[in-house]
C-alpha cells in the first residue's frame, strides 16, 4: 500500500482534498483520489517579473492520474517547465491544503498511528494468548474429569463398583 493510500485510507486525508506545490513561483496543485491516486492537475504560472496574472490551467487530462507524489512533482518539473531536478523532494514541498501540513508530517503522524496500532495489535495478541491457555488448561481438566467418569461408570457397569449420590463423580 502506498503512502497516499494510506494517508486515505488512515482519514489524515480526505478523498477529494488538494495538495500543492510552489516551485519558482509557479503552483501546482492535484486532487487526491480514493486509493492515493493523484488527479484534476492544475498549473498555476508564475506572474514574476511584471508578467500578467495567469489562471489556474489544467495540465495532464491524457493521464489516468499519479500514483505517487514524486512522479506527479517529476512530470510538473519536466513536462511544464523543463526542470529536471535530482533532488527534489516531493514530501517535504507538497502540501496539505486543508491542514496546510507538509506530506512528510502527514507521513510522520501516519508512522505514530502504525506504531500504535502496532502496539495494540501486540496487547491483543498476548491477551488471545493468555484467554487460549487458559481455555486449553480448562479443556485438560474437564479431560481428566470426564476420563476419570468413565473410568468409575465403566467399573459400574461390570458390577466391581457401587457409586453413590454423593459422590463426586455420581452421574447427573
Known amino acids: 500500500m502506498s503512502v497516499l493510500e494510506d494517508l486515505v485510507a488512515r482519514r489524515l486525508i480526505e ?14 496543485a492535484a486532487n487526491v483520489g480514493r486509493g492515493g491516486i493523484l488527479y484534476n492537475c492544475t498549473w498555476k504560472a508564475s506572474s514574476a517579473n511584471g508578467a500578467t496574472p495567469q489562471h489556474e490551467k489544467p495540465i495532464f487530462r491524457n493521464r489516468g ?23 527534489f ?7 496539505h491544503t486543508r491542514t496546510e501540513c507538509t506530506m512528510d508530517a502527514l507521513r510522520s503522524r501516519l508512522r505514530v498511528l502504525g506504531v500504535r496500532e502496532d502496539a495494540n495489535a ?3 495478541v498476548r491477551q488471545l494468548r493468555m484467554e487460549l491457555e487458559l481455555e486449553r488448561r480448562r479443556s485438560a481438566s474437564l479431560l481428566e474429569l470426564l ?16 457409586v453413590s449420590r454423593n459422590s463426586r463423580f455420581a452421574a447427573v
Not at 478523498?15 to 506545490?21: I, L, T
Not at 492520474?65 to 533532488?87: K, N, P, V
Not at 523532494?89 to 502540501?95: L, N, P, Q
Open 15 to 28: 478523498d477529494g482534498d488538494e495538495v500543492y506545490f510552489v516551485f519558482r513561483q509557479h503552483r501546482f
Open 65 to 87: 492520474g499519479f500514483q505517487t507524489l514524486t512522479s506527479w512533482c517529476d512530470a510538473c518539473l519536466h513536462e511544464c517547465l523543463d526542470e529536471y531536478i535530482s533532488r
Open 89 to 95: 523532494s516531493a514530501f517535504k514541498r507538497v502540501r
Open 122 to 124: 501486540a496487547d491483543s
Open 147 to 162: 476420563q476419570d467418569r468413565n473410568l468409575i461408570f465403566s467399573h459400574v457397569a461390570d458390577g466391581s463398583k457401587h
